[in-house]
């Protein structure tokens, strides 16, 4: 007896968190969480924000799970690396319909578009952005590693115009030294319009360097 395996498409239940007044807006945001975080306590780095001047949008990945033994606290996660061209698909998927939902009718009258990734999202929102036709003003990496799948010329081509602010903790946890550099001559070798942050700390996201940097 042989086995197959087929893949179907199915409509899922998703989770978004916004904040702050859509009409009032002069910028809107996507922003997606990292491995293991949920869009309804993440939001909680943004609300040092001007509320009526920025309205935020947090999807939630969509892959829950239990971060310890099986009950407790829940997280999600965008992909793992298990039939991850799927993983990539559906996100993409759903992210055009947060954009087209949230953010596309209101867009139009001047309001400008920032999204940020931090860390596992990070990944996410370069494919994303490589991949559908989206005119971002700002792209906020935090505390990630480009993803090699998109260093294509393809793709580049699309990213490399847009305005990038890069930021990454001293201590990071996740990012080496040499990853860092790595990353650093990769952005310069294919002329990315990029600010590189650097800032004393480890693995997250800093609710008053992003607001600092993000109003200079």
């Not at 199915?10 to 009032?24: C, M, R, V």
């Not at 033994?69 to 829940?74: D, K």
Request: net charge neutral; hydrophobic share 40%; aromatic share 16%.
């Amino acid at each position: 007896m042989m086995s197959e395996q087929h893949f179907i498409h199915t409509e899922k239940t998703a989770l978004i968190t916004t904040l702050g007044d859509i009409n009032e807006a002069q910028t809107v945001w996507i922003i997606l969480h990292g491995y293991g975080q949920k869009s309804k306590e993440f939001y909680q780095h943004f609300l040092n924000f001007n509320l009526k001047e920025n309205y935020f949008v947090l999807p939630d990945a969509l892959n829950y799970f239990y971060l310890k033994s099986g009950e407790g606290e829940i997280g999600a996660s965008w992909m793992t690396k298990y039939e991850r061209e799927k993983d990539i698909e559906d996100n993409n998927r759903y992210l055009n319909k947060v954009y087209q939902h949230f953010v596309q009718p209101h867009i139009w009258n001047g309001k400008k578009l920032y999204v940020l990734g931090f860390s596992q999202g990070a990944a996410t929102l370069v494919r994303w952005l490589a991949m559908n036709d989206i005119n971002a003003s700002q792209v906020i990496l935090w505390g990630a590693a480009f993803p090699p799948d998109m260093e294509q010329e393809k793709y580049l081509k699309k990213l490399h115009s847009l305005k990038w602010l890069y930021f990454v903790g001293t201590e990071d946890e996740y990012i080496t030294i040499e990853e860092k550099e790595k990353m650093k001559a990769f952005f310069e070798t294919h002329h990315f319009n990029l600010k590189w942050i650097e800032y004393t700390g480890k693995h997250s996201l800093k609710k008053n360097i992003l607001k600092k940097h993000i109003e200079q």
